[in-house]
């Protein structure tokens, strides 16, 4: 048996207005697992999109406090969302019903809850403190990781000292990280949220795309005696990562020679034999295990970058800021546990008000890559059509996650949060205090943020109003806050995304932690590649594939 949820066209209009909104599951029939706590949500879902949110506020005057939450140095307010706190009693139901709490455990306890590659999701353990201790499967975990991160740290002091040099004796005065994905977006995103804490000593450099224009753009201005590539591959073979490093290996090459590699080119990799073939000594290369997914691995070897630009005190307390979600998620109960509100709140719009898309908006400069990084950690890990058990979903998964750095959407995209057809939850994300001086423009932005949330959940509407200068309102938005943008902060708001992440994933019944729609066009790629090069005769394509790869011959020559 399921129970049938109707998705509708959006929360009804504000006054007299003729606003319809559109979803991307427009009057579908989405199913969930019989239960009388599905049943009782799909009976209060009806009763709720007829809501609004000014009479909500107006009917509850503790509303704000009874739906703001606050752990590990974030404060979550729920209260501008079109819920009651009755909603999430029951979508707190319904998740125990999906065994939520029963599968966040068994992460925990380290069961190899990744069933399609038979692996268990162990990111956590990276945060354990030193000290602490967790076995698994007859091994204690947490010595390993603190060596590894005694290493990292050895380095680190070493290259910030200036300890370490290039092959002319010349201190390092940049790094560039090649990696794609999780290698890439994490330390990438990190480094730049927490830019008032790295050194300035060293500048830090991204390189990721296989596209050759990135790779000219990021060495063009950099010396090969000063320059130092940390090489980003769990296996060494990723097809991107690959191309990027010969490319930076046959640039360094160009002034230095074969025994000089050792002191420009370090590894975060476990192919040891791979790795030494390249040049790189292994004894500068950091490892990490098969329980450590790509985009859950910033906390691991792969934030050695993000460790050489901060410290490793710094990068310490990142971790630390994890840890303290962690313990927060594993133990605070789904009512007032912030990644299951986040998580749930997310399924509740997705299946109930059939919104495509879920925007994040971080209102501080530092955080303009922190959309990229959730679009790899919501996307990559919940846009899934099958179940745990290899059944085709009978609900949406994930949303389409998506934003940029506030002010700057509000010249952009805005108008469409709030005169647009479609219903669009906004997480709003703000630090109450800057790690700069100029303190009044602090201010503009904070009033900038809040009045953006209270604009999209108010609207405005009289009868003097043209249509087109009316806003329709009842838009929801989360608001997330932090005291200041610190290591300890930022690890907080990463794992809490990520728990976030698995909840939802959880409610949906599906694998988050494998990722083979990532497969199908590298496979594919390859053929056409040996194709293009005139190592292969073609193979059979449609006409359109075709087509384009004879013209790219003809081109290239």
Not at 165 to 188: E, K
Not at 456 to 477: C, E, K, Q, T, W
Not at 493 to 506: D, M, W
């Amino acid at each position: 048996m399921v129970v049938k949820t109707t998705v509708m066209r959006g929360p009804a209009p504000v006054g007299p207005q003729h606003f319809v909104m559109h979803s991307a599951h427009d009057s579908t029939t989405c199913t969930l697992p019989a239960s009388p706590a599905s049943a009782a949500l799909a009976s209060h879902a009806q009763e709720a999109r007829q809501w609004q949110l000014t009479a909500l506020f107006d009917a509850d005057p503790s509303r704000a406090s009874q739906l703001s939450f606050e752990a590990a140095g974030l404060l979550l307010d729920l209260s501008k969302h079109l819920i009651r706190p009755d909603t999430l009693q029951l979508l707190a139901d319904f998740a125990r019903a999906q065994g939520v709490e029963t599968l966040r455990d068994a992460m925990f306890r380290g069961e190899r809850i990744n069933l399609t590659e038979n692996r268990a999701a162990l990111h956590p353990v990276l945060r354990l403190p030193r000290g602490a201790r967790f076995d698994w499967e007859g091994e204690e975990l947490v010595g390993e990781v603190q060596q590894v991160l005694d290493r990292m740290q050895a380095f680190a002091e070493r290259v910030r000292s200036g300890e370490w040099t290039g092959h002319s004796g010349q201190r390092i005065t940049d790094v560039v990280n090649i990696g794609i994905g999780g290698s890439d977006l994490g330390p990438a995103m990190a480094c730049s949220a927490l830019r008032p804490f790295a050194t300035p000593a060293l500048r830090f450099h991204f390189l990721s795309n296989v596209d050759g224009h990135a790779t000219d753009a990021v060495l063009g201005p950099l010396d090969p005696q000063t320059t130092l590539f940390i090489i980003s591959s769990k296996t060494f073979t990723t097809q991107e990562t690959l191309l990027n490093a010969q490319a930076a290996r046959t640039w360094f090459l160009r002034s230095g020679q074969q025994k000089d590699l050792a002191r420009h080119f370090v590894a975060v990799s476990t192919n040891a034999q791979a790795v030494a073939d390249f040049g790189i000594d292994t004894a500068n290369m950091f490892t990490f295990r098969d329980w450590v997914g790509g985009r859950y691995s910033i906390w691991s070897a792969i934030g050695l970058s993000l460790m050489l630009a901060i410290g490793p005190e710094h990068f310490r307390a990142f971790l630390a800021g994890a840890h303290a979600m962690d313990e927060h998620f594993r133990q605070a109960p789904l009512e007032r546990n912030l990644p299951a509100l986040l998580g749930m709140v997310g399924f509740w719009y997705r299946q109930f008000f059939g919104t495509g898309t879920q925007l994040v908006a971080p209102y501080h400069q530092d955080l303009a890559l922190f959309p990229a990084y959730l679009q790899q950690l919501e996307m990559e890990s919940n846009g899934k059509h099958i179940t745990r058990d290899g059944k085709p979903v009978a609900t949406p998964t994930a949303p389409v996650t998506w934003g940029s750095v506030g002010t700057n959407g509000q010249h952009a995209y805005f108008q469409l949060l709030h005169q647009g057809t479609d219903l669009i939850p906004t997480d709003f994300i703000a630090a109450l205090k800057p790690a700069h001086a100029h303190s009044a423009r602090h201010r503009a932005l904070l009033a900038n943020c809040f009045a953006q949330a209270e604009a999209l959940m108010h609207g405005i509407d009289g009868p003097s109003l043209a249509p087109h200068r009316r806003f329709p309102g009842n838009r929801p938005s989360s608001m997330l806050l932090l005291d200041q943008l610190t290591p300890s902060t930022l690890g907080s708001l990463i794992a809490l995304y990520e728990h976030k992440t698995f909840v939802q994933g959880a409610l949906w019944n599906i694998n988050s932690f494998d990722q083979w729609g990532v497969e199908l066009g590298k496979t594919l790629a390859s053929r056409i590649l040996a194709e293009l090069e005139g190592t292969s005769p073609a193979a059979a394509h449609d006409s359109s594939t075709a087509a384009l790869i004879a013209r790219a011959r003809t081109a290239l020559g």
